[in-house]
């Protein structure tokens, strides 16, 4: 069974930085693509960021290109997400993903394991 949990979301103002975490349980963490989606009161979960297994590429969703940056640490079965220069329009509960698609799997049902999600609201 694979365990995910958020960590590091909070208040910031606008233009801000927060650096999120997901801790993932299990010794398969390698294995898996990773990713975060986020929602918003009222939408639909969207794609943010993924990255693949060992080798690292990642991709990103138009709307954070440039900002926010994905991370793993293999030896630390962690992932992260740096997001700088926050906008209010960013304003969600962010999400962590496991799964065994390719890295420019958007969709969510590419992916297996969920996180509890942890709030980042940005305030303007």
């Known amino acids: 069974q694979v365990q995910l949990v958020e960590s590091g979301g909070g208040l910031v103002q606008a233009g801000g930085s927060l650096r999120l975490s997901c801790a993932v349980s299990?010794?398969?963490?390698?294995?898996?693509?990773m990713a975060w989606f986020r929602q918003a009161p009222g939408k639909e979960r969207e794609f943010v960021a993924a990255?693949?297994?060992?080798?690292?590429?990642?991709r990103y969703a138009d709307s954070v290109k440039g900002r926010f940056t994905i991370s793993r640490d293999n030896a630390k079965n962690t992932m992260y997400l740096q997001m700088n220069s926050l906008k209010p329009e960013d304003t969600a509960v962010y999400y962590c993903?496991?799964?065994?698609?390719?890295?420019?799997?958007?969709?969510?049902?590419?992916?297996?394991?969920w996180g509890q999600g942890t709030q980042v609201t940005v305030s303007s």
């Open positions: 990255i693949s297994t060992s080798l690292g590429s990642t």
């Open positions: 993903a496991a799964g065994s698609g390719p890295v420019n799997a958007v969709q969510t049902y590419y992916y297996d394991y």
């Open positions: 299990g010794r398969t963490f390698i294995r898996y693509t």
